[in-house]
């Protein structure tokens, strides 16, 4: 059974997968990445994120399915890009845009006050994550700490990142998936396009954190992406897309 290494986002951990992992029928990991949760205070880069992944990948057998949220997505097309022949399948969500270099420049400002002021900045961060999802899956986030401090470097990383070209570079089977109301979709279809076998999806009226709001529905689809990705063939593929209607509210 093809297991799956899930990729979490910026300044939070591996924890906030727990609720989705939680209602899979098969093995799973979720690791901190550099610069986040039990691996605070490491320098965080591209290489050393896939690294991460790779490792996490190896103990659970050498291949898997890679599902990524926001930097989590960036940093599993980078993976796959390198590591293709352990990398089942992707499933990458709210992270199809290419910042502009202003939009950059605003978060890396934004990541600077942060880390100057860690603990006002991760109070603010609770209070957001609580608001956007009350329930099992916000408190999951908040779990293994906040850590501010990551991200100018993250941001670095992605925006000197060339993703459009690492989906390129990758073989195997891509899920792209968005809430219709993030701005992080913006260039989906060059994403899409990109893509050797690629599939698009939205969540209707969801933005970027409330995608994640009903975990059922992540944990299923993410559970038909990795049947389809586990040597299922054409036809099991395909069920991904033809199931999604019903798995949406």
């Known amino acids: 059974m093809l297991p799956v290494v899930f990729v979490h986002g910026i300044r939070v951990s ?22 986040h949760g039990i691996r605070r205070g490491l320098p965080f880069d591209l290489d050393a994120a896939c690294e991460v992944v790779a490792d996490s990948i190896a103990e659970l057998g050498g291949r898997a399915l890679v599902a990524g949220f926001s930097l989590g997505g960036y940093v599993g097309f980078a993976t796959a890009a390198r590591y293709p022949a352990r990398v089942a399948g992707l499933v990458a969500m709210g992270c199809t845009a290419r910042p502009p270099r202003t939009i950059a420049g605003l978060y890396r400002r934004v990541g600077r006050i942060a880390a100057r002021h860690a603990a006002t900045a991760e109070a603010v961060s609770r209070y957001g994550f609580r608001r956007a999802l009350p329930g099992p899956m916000g408190e999951a986030i908040i779990e293994g700490g906040l850590t501010t401090e990551v991200i100018p ?97």
Not at 20 to 33: E, K, N
Not at 174 to 180: D, E, K, T
């Open 153 to 249: 470097s993250a941001v670095e990383a992605v925006a000197g990142s060339d993703p459009i070209a690492a989906l390129a570079a990758y073989p195997g089977q891509v899920w792209l998936l968005n809430g219709s109301r993030d701005p992080f979709r913006a260039d989906e279809r060059r994403f899409l396009a990109a893509c050797h076998d690629g599939t698009l999806a939205h969540l209707p009226g969801r933005g970027h954190l409330t995608m994640l709001a009903d975990p059922g529905l992540v944990a299923r689809f993410v559970e038909k992406a990795a049947r389809a990705a586990d040597g299922a063939g054409v036809e099991a593929a395909t069920d991904v897309q033809r199931a999604l209607p019903a798995l949406l509210p």
């Open 14 to 35: 591996g924890t906030m997968w727990s609720p989705v992992r939680a209602l899979l029928d098969r093995p799973s990991a979720a690791p901190d990445l550099p610069g």
